[in-house]
C-alpha cells in the first residue's frame, strides 16, 4: 500500500498516442519519426505494402479473369510473385521498433469466392512474412468484413490462425469496430470484394447486424486462435458508445490498440475537438489496466510541418484553457454513431470556428485527458501490481506464513478499524448487560487465536482503552516465528499486558488459572477468514477452539460469515489459467480457486432495469472525477454461511463421530469418519443472462458481521454490491476465481445453474463446481451445456 506521500502525478497513466495515415503519401523515415516526436506522438503507423504492390494484384487478378472467361477446363488458381523491393517501404532498420504496421484493407481473407480469398491469403502472408523478416513487433490486420455476415468469420479465423504461425514473435491487433451496424467501410475502387464473381456474390441481408455482432466475431476469432496471448484486438471508437452493456464485454477483451478518427472528435461551443463523454469515460477506464492501450489518433490529416522543415511548432502538453477542454453540449440520451441532421448543421458551424493556433488539437486533447484523470482510489493504488495476477490461496494451517505476508495484510486502514470497533461495541454491551466474565476479577477474557504479529491484540487493547471495560488478552499463534514478534511486542509495546501462548488455537485448553484449572474465554477474536469466507478454514478452526469459549455469554468475532458468487467474462484469466495448464506444467490449473484482484473482466448476469447510459454521463462531472468502478451492478447471490458459536449440539454430534465408533454412523461419504461434515455446504443457483457472452469461470466474495449488538452491526465485505456501504477502502482481501476449463457460450436471454460443493474428508476442505447452460424455446427449458465437474481436491485446504 502506497503511504501517505502518495502523488496522483506520479501514478497518473501515461497515454501512448500515434498517428495513422490510412493514406500516407510517402514511406516513413527517421526524420518523419523524429518531427512527429517533436510534436508529441510517441509512434507512427505504416502500410507493409504499397499502391505498387496493389497494382500487382490487381493486374494478376484481372489477367487471370480474362483467361478463365469461357474455358471449359480447370484452371490452377492465380499465384502472387514473390514480394520487390519496389512493393514495400518496409526495410529492417532501427526504426522498426517505433512502427505500428498494417496489413492491406483492400483484401477480403472471408470471400466467398474462391479466388479473392487465395488472393487475399496469398497477400496477408506475405505481408506477415515479410514484416517479421523486418522485426517489426505490432500488426494491425483489418476485422472481418460485416458484409460478409457469420459466413466468411471461420475463414478469416484460420487465416489469423496461420499468421501467428508464420510471424512467431509478432503481435497482431485484429481491427474491430465496436459495433458492426455503426461500422463504416471505405469503398475502395481496389478493394478485391469489388470482384467477386456473380456466382459467388452473397445476398445482402436486410437484417440488421445485432449489436453484439462484432464482438461475437471476435470472440470465433480468438477461440480459433486458442486465447493465443498475441493477438489482440484494435477498437475502432465511433463518435459515441453504444450500450454498457457492450461496452463492458470489449472492456474485459484484451485491447492493445484504440482507434479515433477525426470522426470520432465532436465540437465543443468554442470550436474546438473533443471528445463525447461516453468516450471519455470508456478510454479512462481502459487506461486503468495493468497493459494500457495504446491510442491511435486516424487520419487526423497531414502531420504539420512535413512540407515546410523550417517551420516551428510549439508542443502544448495537453495544457488547455478550461474552454478549449469544455464538454461539446449534446442529448445525455444519445448513444448513436452518426451525428442527427442537427448535430451535423452545428458541427459544420461550428469547424468553421476552429483556431489554427494549435497544429495538433487532437494530440493536445488526449494530453489533456491524461492530465485530468481521476484521482487513484485506495484499493487501486493498493492493488496496483495485482491486477489479474493469480494467487494460490494461503494454508495457514499447514503453512507457517512469512513476515511480508502478515505486513501487508496489517496495512488495511479499514479492517483492523472495524475489528477495535466491533470489540469496543462487545465491551460495552458486556458492561450495560451486567454479563458475568470468566476471570476472577471481572475483566472480560479475550483471546485473540491465530494472532499473527498481533495487530488484533493491540486493537483489543485499544478498545478496552476506549470503553473503560478492564480486559485479560491472550494471544494464541501457532506459527514459532510470529511468536518471537508477538514476546518482542509484549515486551516493548503491550507493556505485559498479555499472555502469549504457542499452540495451534485447536489444542489450546483455555487460560490457566490460579488452581492451575483451565478457564474460560468470554469473547473470541480471529481474522481467519479468505476471499471466499471460510476457504481458509475459519469453521474448522473456530470449531476446534469453542470448547474454551464461555458457554452462556461467550462471543465470537466475526460471528458469521457468507460467501457469494456471480459468472463473469474473463479472457485474460482465462488465457493465463491455460497457459498454466498447457505450457506450465500445472495440471491442476482449472482446478485451483484463485485469488485475484479482477480487472479486465465483465459480469454476465446484471441487475435488472439498469439505465444503458451511465448517470455520471450527464450530472455535469467531469472527466478528473469519473468513478472507473464496472458501470452495470451485477447479480451476486448467496451460496451458504457459517455462524459462530455453533450449537452444542452440532459439535456434541462431530465429537461422537470422531475415532469411528458405531454410534458414531457408518463413517463419512468421502472418506473419514465424517467429524466434519457438519461443515460440508452446497448450493444451486440460476443467474439470468440478458446478453450473449462466455462465461469463463465464478467470482466468488465474502460478507461477515463481526459483531451485532446494541448499536447495530459491524460489517466487513468484498462483495462489489455493498463494500462500499460496510466497508469501503478495504485492502486485506481479493475475490476468489473458479475458472471453467471450457468456457461456455451462452446466447442473450438465457440462463446459467452453478451448483457448489466445500466437500471434507476429516483432513483436508475442498470445493467443488459446474455450471449448465439453459434457453427457453416454445416454453420447454433446454440444456445448452454443461462443464465439467471441477474439483479443488488436490489442492485442498489441509486440516
Not at 2 to 7: E, F, K, R
Not at 98 to 110: E, N
Not at 376 to 387: I, M, S, V
Request: hydrophobic share 40%; aromatic share 8%.
Amino acid at each position: 500500500m502506497a503511504d501517505s506521500t502518495y502523488s496522483v502525478e506520479e501514478t497518473r497513466p501515461v497515454f501512448y498516442i500515434g498517428e495513422h495515415e490510412s493514406k500516407r503519401p510517402s514511406p516513413v523515415t527517421a526524420e518523419l519519426v523524429h518531427h512527429a516526436q517533436d510534436l508529441g506522438y510517441d509512434m507512427l503507423t505504416t502500410p507493409i505494402t504499397n499502391d505498387n504492390f496493389h497494382s500487382r494484384v490487381l493486374s494478376l487478378l484481372s489477367s487471370y479473369t480474362h483467361a478463365t472467361e469461357g474455358s471449359a477446363q480447370a484452371q490452377p488458381l492465380p499465384l502472387i510473385p514473390a514480394l520487390e523491393n519496389v512493393d514495400t517501404p518496409l526495410v529492417p532498420d532501427h526504426l522498426i521498433s517505433q512502427l505500428v504496421a498494417f496489413t492491406s484493407s483492400w483484401i477480403d481473407l472471408g470471400s466467398s469466392d474462391p479466388v479473392i480469398a487465395h488472393l487475399s491469403r496469398q497477400v496477408f502472408h506475405l505481408e506477415i512474412a515479410y514484416a517479421a523478416f523486418c522485426g517489426v513487433v505490432n500488426v494491425v490486420v483489418p476485422g472481418p468484413r460485416a458484409a460478409n455476415g457469420t459466413n466468411g468469420i471461420a475463414q478469416y479465423a484460420r487465416a489469423i490462425k496461420e499468421a501467428l504461425s508464420t510471424g512467431a514473435y509478432i503481435q497482431l491487433h485484429v481491427l474491430m469496430p465496436v459495433d458492426f451496424s455503426k461500422a463504416s467501410e471505405e469503398d475502395d475502387l481496389g478493394d478485391l470484394a469489388r470482384f467477386v464473381r456473380p456466382e459467388f456474390a452473397q445476398a445482402t441481408s436486410q437484417q440488421a447486424p445485432s449489436s453484439f455482432a462484432a464482438w461475437d466475431a471476435w470472440n470465433t476469432i480468438r477461440t480459433v486462435c486458442k486465447y493465443n496471448s498475441r493477438l489482440s484486438v484494435a477498437l475502432d471508437l465511433p463518435r459515441r458508445l453504444p450500450s454498457l452493456s457492450l461496452q463492458s464485454r470489449w472492456y474485459s477483451e484484451p485491447i492493445r490498440l484504440l482507434i479515433l478518427s477525426a470522426r470520432a472528435f465532436i465540437p465543443n461551443e468554442k470550436g474546438s475537438s473533443v471528445l463525447h463523454k461516453t468516450l471519455q469515460l470508456f478510454i479512462m477506464r481502459c487506461m486503468r489496466l495493468k497493459s494500457t492501450p495504446w491510442v491511435l489518433l486516424a487520419d487526423i490529416g497531414p502531420i504539420p510541418g512535413v512540407e515546410d522543415p523550417d517551420a516551428l511548432f510549439e508542443y502544448n502538453g495537453g495544457y488547455l484553457s478550461p474552454a478549449a477542454a469544455a464538454d461539446a453540449p449534446s442529448p445525455g440520451s444519445s448513444v448513436t454513431a452518426a451525428p442527427t441532421p442537427a448535430e451535423a448543421a452545428q458541427i459544420a458551424k461550428k469547424a468553421g470556428k476552429k483556431s489554427s493556433s494549435d497544429p495538433t488539437p487532437y494530440l493536445s486533447y488526449l494530453r489533456y485527458m491524461q492530465r485530468n484523470q481521476p484521482t487513484a482510489t485506495q484499493l487501486e493504488r493498493f492493488g496496483d501490481n495485482f491486477q489479474d495476477y493469480l494467487q494460490s490461496p494461503l494454508q495457514p494451517l499447514a503453512d507457517n506464513l512469512e513476515s511480508i505476508t502478515y505486513e501487508v495484510f496489517e496495512k488495511d486502514p479499514i479492517k483492523y478499524a472495524w475489528y477495535e470497533e466491533a470489540i469496543a461495541r462487545a465491551l460495552e454491551d458486556w458492561r450495560g448487560q451486567q454479563k458475568s466474565t470468566s476471570s476472577e476479577d471481572g475483566a472480560v477474557v479475550i483471546a485473540v487465536v491465530g494472532s499473527g504479529r498481533g495487530p488484533l491484540v493491540t486493537r483489543a487493547l485499544n478498545a478496552s482503552q476506549r470503553t473503560g471495560v478492564p480486559v485479560r488478552v491472550y494471544a494464541i499463534e501457532k506459527n514459532p516465528n510470529a511468536y518471537v514478534v508477538l514476546l518482542g511486542h509484549n515486551r516493548t509495546i503491550w507493556g505485559g499486558q498479555v499472555t502469549v501462548v504457542k499452540t495451534d488455537m485447536r489444542a489450546w485448553k483455555g487460560p490457566v488459572k490460579a488452581d492451575g484449572t483451565s478457564g474460560n474465554v468470554d469473547i473470541l477474536v480471529s481474522e481467519l477468514l479468505g476471499s471466499f469466507a471460510d476457504n481458509e478454514l475459519s469453521p474448522e478452526c473456530l470449531d476446534g477452539v469453542q470448547h474454551v469459549l464461555n458457554p452462556d455469554h461467550g462471543i465470537s468475532i466475526p460471528s458469521s460469515y457468507t460467501a457469494h458468487m456471480t459468472p463473469i467474462a474473463t479472457p485474460k484469466l482465462y488465457a493465463d489459467v491455460l497457459s498454466r495448464a498447457t505450457h506450465g506444467g500445472d495440471t491442476h490449473a482449472f482446478e485451483i480457486p484463485w485469488v485475484v484482484m479482477f480487472s479486465q473482466f465483465d459480469f454476465l448476469s446484471i441487475q435488472p432495469d439498469q439505465s444503458q447510459i451511465a448517470a455520471q454521463l450527464s450530472d455535469g462531472r467531469k472527466m478528473k472525477d469519473f468513478d472507473l468502478n464496472p458501470p452495470l451492478e451485477p447479480l451476486i447471490y448467496t451460496a451458504w454461511e457459517f455462524t459462530h458459536p455453533q450449537p452444542p449440539t452440532v459439535l456434541a454430534q462431530s465429537s461422537l463421530r470422531r475415532g469411528g465408533s458405531a454410534v458414531g454412523g457408518g463413517g463419512g461419504f468421502l472418506g473419514g469418519d465424517g467429524a466434519n461434515e457438519h461443515n460440508f455446504r452446497h448450493c444451486k443457483v440460476t443467474y439470468p443472462i440478458q446478453e450473449q457472452g462466455v462465461c469463463h469461470g465464478l467470482a466468488g466474495y465474502f460478507e461477515t458481521v463481526l459483531y451485532s449488538g446494541s448499536q447495530g452491526s459491524v460489517e466487513l465485505s468484498t462483495n462489489p454490491i455493498t463494500m462500499d456501504a460496510k466497508s469501503k477502502d478495504m485492502i486485506s482481501w481479493f475475490p476468489i476465481f473458479f475458472p471453467l476449463k471450457a468456457p461456455i457460450h451462452l446466447p442473450s436471454n438465457s440462463e446459467l445453474e452453478v451448483s457448489m460443493w466445500r466437500q471434507t474428508d476429516d483432513r483436508k476442505v475442498w470445493y467443488e463446481w459446474l455450471v449448465e447452460a439453459f434457453t427457453t424455446v416454445g416454453g420447454q427449458r433446454i440444456r445448452l451445456g454443461v462443464s465439467d465437474l471441477h474439483s479443488s481436491k488436490s489442492n485442498g485446504c489441509l486440516m
